[in-house]
């Protein structure tokens, strides 16, 4: 009998890749819940959907009501829906609170009512951003450390705000209503249309634009980056690990590299040979950030497989066709940091 799935946000980055898996697997009944308003055109993936047996139900998921049409009997349940990427924090936070509060509390609410055994709530490292910043904590950072916002009132916490709401919440539903549930909580995953308010397709913009002298934005800051491939399995793997019950997981590389380490390798890609020059980078923006995986590669046997300069090629390739064959908008195109120090909202 096949496996029954439900990905809440399966048109995603990271659900979308889920479901290539688990379908290239052939043993598994998916249904994929979205709303499909992604930044870049979905004719590439509605065309794989077409080519298989994934049902689609297309919605507004923070309307309670759409829950109706979905069945009750989902072995796995991945909950991956909600508002990401940095400008969207510090242009919408109200969007952010409200999208990503109504999706958390519309799952809980709907599990309720349900058999569903397994239950994914993903989730990311900024939860625990503060508590580097503030109190000095190991990087890598393990599973169990103190999550911390280090300024309740920028928007720019607002979707770890909501994360953490999410954490909480499917833990303790799931105590109560008897589901397994596991947390996965990403550290920078990236990859072919990993949507555009992120750090790599910005910096590929600028580098199609020629800017020069090439402005490094934060460049001692660090980040460890991981292939969507690999951040996908390690889902799957926590998803499908019996042993592991209202757990917490780490899923990301465990290599810290600087943003100026990152800016000056895409720049190999475009055969950049002019000056690099430091400039401050967005308000809230952590100064560290790398996760300790060992839980997950002892537990879950997760393990990635690609290294982040190997990460990059299929990225930035994936940018750069993009950025030559559409016209830029407003909601793909690189926003000055400086624009953030000086709005007021």
């Known amino acids: ?64 009501s759409l829950f109706d049409d979905l069945d009750k009997d989902y072995e796995d349940f991945y909950m991956l829906a909600s508002m990401i990427g940095v400008n969207n924090t510090l242009e919408i936070p109200h969007e952010i609170i409200r999208v990503n509060t109504a999706l958390i509390y519309n799952s809980l609410e709907w599990l309720k009512t349900t058999s569903v055994k397994n239950v994914v709530f993903t989730s990311t490292s900024e939860n625990y951003s503060g508590t580097i910043e503030r109190f000095g904590y190991d990087i890598p950072t393990p599973e169990d450390i103190p999550l911390c916002i280090d300024k309740i009132d920028h928007p720019r916490f607002t979707y770890a705000v909501t994360k953490m709401l999410g954490e909480s919440g499917f833990m303790n539903y799931a105590k109560i209503f008897g589901f397994k549930c596991k947390i996965i909580r990403y550290s920078n995953i990236i990859g072919p249309k990993m949507g555009f308010k992120h750090v790599i397709p ?24 991981c292939y969507i491939d690999d951040g996908a399995m390690g ?79 299929p990225t930035v390739k994936w940018y750069v066709d993009y950025f030559k064959s559409h016209e830029k908008t407003k909601n793909n195109s690189f926003e000055e940091p400086g624009k953030f120090f000086s709005d007021k909202k």
């Open 235 to 313: 889902t799957i793997l926590a998803m499908e690990n019996e042993s592991a019950t209202n757990d917490i997981f780490h899923i990301g590389a465990e290599e810290e590299i600087t943003i100026e380490d990152l800016i000056k390798e895409i720049g190999k890609h475009f055969n950049y040979s002019g000056e690099y020059v430091n400039a401050p980078t967005y308000p809230g923006s952590v100064s560290r950030r790398c996760p300790d995986i060992t839980k997950a590669k002892t537990v879950l046997g997760y393990k990635p497989t690609l290294k982040w300069q190997e990460a990059l090629i």
């Open 1 to 64: 009998m096949n496996r029954k799935v439900l990905i809440l946000g399966g048109g995603g980055f990271i659900g979308s890749a889920i479901a290539r898996i688990l379908n290239a697997r052939g043993n598994y009944d998916i249904t994929i819940a979205d709303i499909f308003t992604r930044d870049q055109d979905d004719d590439e993936f509605m065309a794989f959907i077409e080519s298989t047996n994934i049902k689609l139900i297309k919605g507004d998921f923070t309307d309670a």
């Open 202 to 225: 910005h910096v590929v913009q600028r580098f199609l634009d020629n800017e020069k002298p090439f402005r490094i934005f934060g460049g001692d800051q660090t980040r460890s980056f």
